[in-house]
């Protein structure tokens, strides 16, 4: 795993020519004009069942994990006595990997390919404290926008993988549904 700042990450992903647009303010959206699809799902309240959907949301792609991006936009919500201790255990779970930049100056984390466990643990932090933050799995034509509100949206531009991830996440009674500031661009269309 190593951690990036936000201009880096633009960067990374301008060189990569995907089709991925990582918005100064703290977005990700698709850079084309076709129609999106959302999914939204509500994060349990338990620990342990957060864990198992950080475990879905890495284990939609099946054997295959080949790697993620995780990207801190917001964690200063909340109650300042347990914001420092998510954002401890996040500042120890870096140094693990010799990450020694502030989430604040280096929000984004990559995961490698036989990292899919390491990637599991990091997303369990935004989904627990109700921090803003974006899961991408590399290989895999979506994203998880993970919100404080206690909603995750699964966003795609390709309806094959809206019905895949409806399918897998069907238990977790989805709702077909775009972020709001999604919407506002679909209208457009």
């Known amino acids: 795993m190593f951690a990036l700042s936000n201009k880096d990450l633009q960067a990374r992903y301008e060189a990569m020519s995907l089709n991925i647009n990582v ?13 999106l699809f959302g999914i939204r799902l509500d994060v ?16 939609f792609e099946g054997d295959g994990f080949c790697g993620a991006l995780l990207w801190f936009t917001s964690w200063d919500i909340g109650t300042p006595q347990i914001e420092r201790c998510g ?3 996040l500042e120890q779970m870096r140094r693990g990997y010799g990450v020694t930049p502030s989430v ?17 643990a ?4 935004p989904l627990i404290f109700g921090w803003d933050a974006y899961f991408m ?3 895999t034509r979506y994203f998880a926008y993970a919100r404080q509100n206690g909603s995750l949206f699964l ?7 809206s019905q895949k991830l409806l399918a897998f996440f069907e238990k977790r009674h989805p709702v077909a549904e775009l972020p709001s500031y999604l919407r506002s661009s679909q209208q457009t269309l």
């Open 104 to 120: 604040e100056n280096a929000p984004a984390q990559f995961f490698r390919t036989d990292e899919s466990v390491d990637a599991q």
């Open 87 to 89: 954002l401890k255990l």
């Open 137 to 139: 799995p590399h290989g």
């Open 44 to 59: 349990p309240s338990e620990g342990p069942k957060v864990a198992l959907l950080a475990y879905s949301l890495v284990a």
């Open 23 to 35: 918005e100064p303010k703290g977005y990700l959206s698709y850079r084309d004009s076709k129609p």
């Open 155 to 161: 966003v795609t531009d390709q309806e094959e993988i």
């Open 122 to 125: 990091f997303l369990t932090l």
